[in-house]
């Protein structure tokens, strides 16, 4: 049941699995643990929670794959003008010839630094 349907004690509910949803701890005082699938658990009241004995989990490092996958396919789309050829193709801006207008530059060969 979402969280977001919950209004009055539960008290058969000892577990939660949840997407980082505060955990509304007065509606369950039999919960002994929250599982958060993901990352971050920033809304879930953590120190609240272990005040009551109850575990809280998460999953780290579930998206590093995805986040590393998606940053380049980002620095793809942003350096091969993707949206823009996209756009102009949709448009019907298109005549067919490879080449009309600007063709997008290539990344063979570029040095790619990444900070943080």
Request: glycine share 12%.
């Amino acid at each position: 049941m979402p969280l977001a349907e919950l209004h009055e004690p539960r008290e058969d509910v000892q577990g939660l699995i949840l997407a980082n949803e505060p955990v509304p701890l007065d509606l369950l005082p039999s919960l002994r643990v929250v599982a958060n699938f993901g990352v971050g658990y920033d809304r879930v009241d953590v120190a609240a929670c272990a005040a009551r004995g109850v575990v809280v989990t998460n999953t780290p490092g579930v998206l590093d794959e995805a986040t590393a996958d998606l940053a380049f396919a980002l620095i793809l789309a942003v350096r091969r003008q993707v949206v823009k050829g996209d756009r102009f193709v949709r448009t019907g801006r298109w005549s067919g010839s490879w080449s009309e207008g600007g063709l997008a530059e290539e990344l063979t060969g570029s040095t790619l630094g990444i900070l943080g």
